[in-house]
């Protein structure tokens, strides 16, 4: 079993839409999840953080964690097609400060 | 600097050869990364560095690979006898400290032919 595991995807929606990404997680000790958007030959860039159980909202973004289920989320409402992108969703454990990465979900936002 | 700088951008090198690959974090920030990243996959933790001291080196695949961040600034990964199969994107990333959000350089493409 990976550490994170995600759906590659692609995963496709119309503009406006919600984008819903997900992504599941091993180490049960896990303190600190973290989304990050990648273009296409570009490097992660960080748009959430979520230290605790519940949702968190930033703009279009929500993040949602479940540690029981060991699981979080990713929403983007009224998705454009410049969110088109690989989404990371990324967690460290309480016993290190390494970031352990999933594979990633390739988002397609159409018009 | 204004963001964490890498260098070269893109590396050819032959197989065997010796590689360096430079990472200049964020002035100020202790906490240096070296990730891997593959075609499709997601960033693959290397090593960790917190001021001087590499913290965690779990994830360093071989003894080829070893990196140095003497100054507790700069920090050069170094590759010995590089092999077709270390082709990849190498990222560095810094953070204030721990907990704090890591930002990424844009990346060295390294291909071994």
């Known amino acids: 079993q990976k550490e994170v595991e995600q759906n590659s995807g692609p995963l496709s929606v119309p503009e406006g839409a919600i984008a819903s990404l997900n992504c599941t997680y091993s180490d049960r000790v896990s303190q600190s999840f973290f989304w990050y958007r990648q273009y296409s030959g570009k490097s992660p860039e960080l748009i959430m953080s979520i230290y605790s159980n519940g949702d968190k909202e930033d703009g279009r973004f929500t993040a949602q964690l479940n540690k029981a289920s060991q699981y979080v989320s990713l929403l983007i409402r009224d998705s454009q097609p410049s969110d088109s992108a690989t989404y990371l969703c990324a967690v460290k454990s309480a016993n290190t400060d390494k970031l352990i990465f999933g594979t990633g979900t390739r988002l397609q936002v159409f018009p | 600097g204004a963001g964490v700088s890498q260098t070269p951008s893109n590396k050819v090198t032959e197989k065997g050869k010796y590689v360096e690959l430079r990472c200049d974090p964020i002035?100020?920030?202790?906490?240096l990364y070296w990730y891997r990243q593959s075609l499709g996959q997601g960033p693959e933790f290397l090593i960790y560095f917190q001021g001087t001291g590499a913290a965690d080196d779990s994830g360093l695949p071989n003894d080829r690979f070893f990196a140095v961040r003497p100054e507790g600034s700069v920090s050069t990964l170094k590759i010995q006898r590089t092999e077709r199969g270390d082709s990849a994107v190498y990222l560095c990333?810094?953070?204030?400290?721990?907990?704090?959000?890591?930002?990424f350089g844009q990346g060295t493409r390294l291909t071994v032919v």
């Open positions: 002035s100020g920030h202790t906490a």
């Open positions: 990333a810094s953070r204030v400290t721990v907990n704090t959000e890591a930002f």
